[in-house]
T-cell receptor, first 111, second 113 residues
């Protein structure tokens, strides 16, 4: 089945710095790559997604880049703020139409 | 807007007891899912329902059963709870199967002693 690896598992940055989280996957048929943010005690919430016909997508301070040849995609958060502190999950759809999630990255933004 | 509502939010069971987690969505979504979340393992799909009247196994279905009661409701049943089923369970829904945004409930924390 699809294997999704997510790194790092924890990331600490100072407010205003950039944060980058990377995911690799194995199924070359995958064509949908969402990122979810989970705040403490809440369910995950979609923050950005990308489909395989584009290489980059931006939404204000958040961007996702996709390299289908290398089978990896990354989440970039610029000008981090304390409210960005959360757990972030990448996900990949498989040829069997199921979403497989990465293991999560705990981001801590210190003031 | 309620979105996806799960009940109960917390539950403690003894080994061998049974229980049902309830989930309802008010977004007229076709597809619904049950995930479990364990430390260091991300979210793993237990069962899903592509549309009303259908259910399919996910990655970790053993020990669970589901019922898609109608378009709004999707329940998860543990027939004989085991300590390995201690986890946080999330219900989610989407307009279509796995190609768009998943909307998650706030989770149900289950402890099996």
């Amino acid at each position: 089945g699809e294997n999704v690896e997510q790194h790092p598992s924890t990331l600490s940055v100072q407010e205003g710095d950039s944060a980058v989280i990377k995911c690799t996957y194995s199924d070359s048929a995958s064509n949908y790559f969402p990122w979810y943010k989970q705040e403490l005690g809440k369910g995950p919430q979609l923050i950005i997604d990308i489909r395989s016909n584009v290489g980059e997508k931006k939404d204000q301070r958040i961007a996702v880049t996709l390299n289908k040849t290398a089978k990896h995609f990354s989440l970039h958060i610029t000008e981090t703020q304390p409210e960005d502190s959360a757990v972030y999950f990448c996900a990949v759809n498989t040829g069997f139409q199921k979403l497989v999630f990465g293991t999560g990255t705990r981001l801590l933004v210190s003031p | 807007n309620a979105g996806v509502t799960q009940t109960p939010k917390f539950q403690v069971l003894k080994t061998g007891q049974s229980m049902t987690l309830q989930c309802a969505q008010d977004m007229n979504h076709n597809s619904m899912y049950w995930y479990r979340q364990d430390p260091g393992m991300g979210l793993r799909l237990i069962y899903y329902s592509a549309s009303e009247g259908t259910t399919d196994k996910g990655e970790v279905p053993n020990g669970y059963n589901v019922s898609r009661l109608n378009k709004r409701e999707f329940s998860l049943r543990l027939e004989s709870a085991a300590p390995s089923q201690t986890s946080v369970y999330f219900c989610a829904s989407s307009t279509q199967l796995n190609t768009g945004e998943l909307f998650f409930g706030e989770g149900s924390r289950l402890t099996v002693l």
